[in-house]
């Protein structure tokens, strides 16, 4: 996936967010695959254990097997066809989401060799505050960052100040009993 480019700036900027919130003595299962970040969150420190490849769409047993201090799903619900599903089974109290966001001047994102790389979701902050909320998030802190292209023409340009990442810390709300 990173074959080309290395997202050297939002890998920075999750990793001064993430320092920001949670110490290195926290476990962390970070949904996907390992992967590039999930390397340097290792070589900073912070233990890290990656999920398996499974279509957490599917199969949401990791919740019940796993229980770690914090969750992160770094550009991973975008992918998903029911993130509510999945924010709903997480038992950790610290969730860290960061997503691409929706950009009205391109459509979803889209391979057409890999099933996996796949945009089924296009949020928009508002999308992701709303579901977090609807599934007993409070989000505590969030961060939004453009990513402009070394590349000329209309888009590339579009990229120099609209905001491309969006990403939240929430911990889990306390219920509130029934009846009040």
Do not use: C
């Amino acid at each position: 996936m990173y074959e080309k480019t290395f997202p050297n700036k939002r890998f920075k900027h999750t990793l001064d967010f993430l320092k920001k919130h949670i110490t290195t003595s926290e476990t962390v299962l970070d949904l996907g695959v390992e992967n590039p970040f999930s390397k340097i969150m290792k070589t900073e420190g912070f233990k890290v254990k990656n999920t398996t490849g499974e279509d957490l769409d599917i199969d949401q047993t990791v919740f019940s097997t796993e229980k770690q201090d914090v969750v992160t799903a770094f550009e991973i619900f975008e992918h998903l066809l029911n993130p509510f599903t999945i924010l709903n089974e997480i038992k950790s109290d610290k969730l860290f989401i960061s997503i691409p966001m929706r950009l009205w001047f391109s459509p979803a994102y889209r391979s057409k060799t890999d099933m996996w790389d796949r945009h089924y979701h296009e949020f928009e902050d508002w999308q992701l505050d709303w579901l977090l909320e609807k599934t007993g998030w409070k989000i505590i802190d969030r961060q939004k960052w453009t990513n402009p292209v070394k590349k000329f023409g209309i888009r590339p340009l579009l990229r120099s100040f609209t905001n491309r990442y969006y990403i939240v810390y929430a911990e889990k709300s306390p219920l509130t009993p029934k009846g009040e």
